[in-house]
T-cell receptor
Framework: DVKVTQSSRYLVKRTGEKVFLECVQD?????MFWYRQDPGLGLRLIYF???????EKGDIPEGYSVSREKKERFSLILESASTNQTSMYLC????????????FGEGSWLTVV | DAKTTQPTSMDCAEGRAANLPCNHS???????VYWYRQIHSQGPQYIIH???NNETNEMASLIITEDRKSSTLILPHATLRDTAVYYC?????????FGAGTTVTVRA
């Protein structure tokens, strides 16, 4: 079974703090993703990475950055957390096989106060 | 732009088949139909996908009409653990756009 592991399930951070959300996948997948999910807005793609050190902006990249130094690890960084970044963050991975079977982690609930 | 249309909610009796419809009348030739589900407070889970042929796996069956303008996800024997939001998604690249989905409640 594919395993996508997010380091923290629940976090509470203060406004202005730098926040790191870590994600590791164990299936040697090329693609990794960060989404956020908010009530009424569904899942929205923040960033996508198709290889080590490669990244592409998704639909809502503002206020976020990412890092992919190793194939299995994809980090989401909130440079200066704000209350409107309170959300559930979902990491996902998929193989580069022409299909689109994306495997999601359990999610990280971030509250910014 | 909503590329797929799904009912907002539906109920299903435990042990019975659950048939979840999805309309995608503007589907393009190279777009696959994907189904995911999301159980409360968890990440979405891949169920099945197809291009034009019907597909079956251990979780579900996917029936795609010949004109590909609609599809149906079939859960053959629904259990209480199948209660979730089910998403029908079209995609031909790495992006998946999750809409509101169908909230399926399986009742005992």
């Amino acid at each position: 079974d594919v395993k996508v592991t997010q380091s923290s399930r629940y976090l509470v951070k203060r406004t202005g703090e730098k926040v790191f959300l870590e994600c590791v996948q164990d299936m040697d997948h090329e693609n990794m993703f960060w989404y956020r999910q908010d009530p009424g807005l569904g899942l929205r793609l923040i960033y996508f990475s198709y290889d080590v050190k490669m990244k592409e902006k998704g639909d809502i990249p503002e206020g976020y950055s990412v890092s992919r130094e190793k194939k299995e690890r994809f980090s989401l960084i909130l440079e200066s957390a704000s209350t409107n970044q309170t959300s559930m963050y979902l990491c996902a991975s998929s193989p580069w096989d022409g299909r689109n079977t994306i495997y999601f982690g359990e999610g990280s609930w971030l509250t910014v106060v | 732009d909503a590329k797929t249309t799904q009912p907002t909610s539906m109920d299903c009796a435990e042990g019975r088949a659950a048939n979840l419809p999805c309309n995608h009348s503007t589907i393009s030739g190279n777009e696959y139909v994907y189904w995911y589900r999301q159980i409360h407070s968890q990440g979405p889970q891949y169920i099945i996908h197809g291009l034009k042929n019907n597909e079956t796996n251990e979780m579900a069956s996917l029936i795609i009409t010949e004109d590909r303008k609609s599809s149906t996800l079939i859960l053959p024997h629904a259990t209480l653990r199948d209660t979730a939001v089910y998403y029908c998604i079209l995609s031909n690249d790495y992006k998946l756009s999750f809409g509101a989905g169908t909230t399926v409640t399986v009742r005992a």
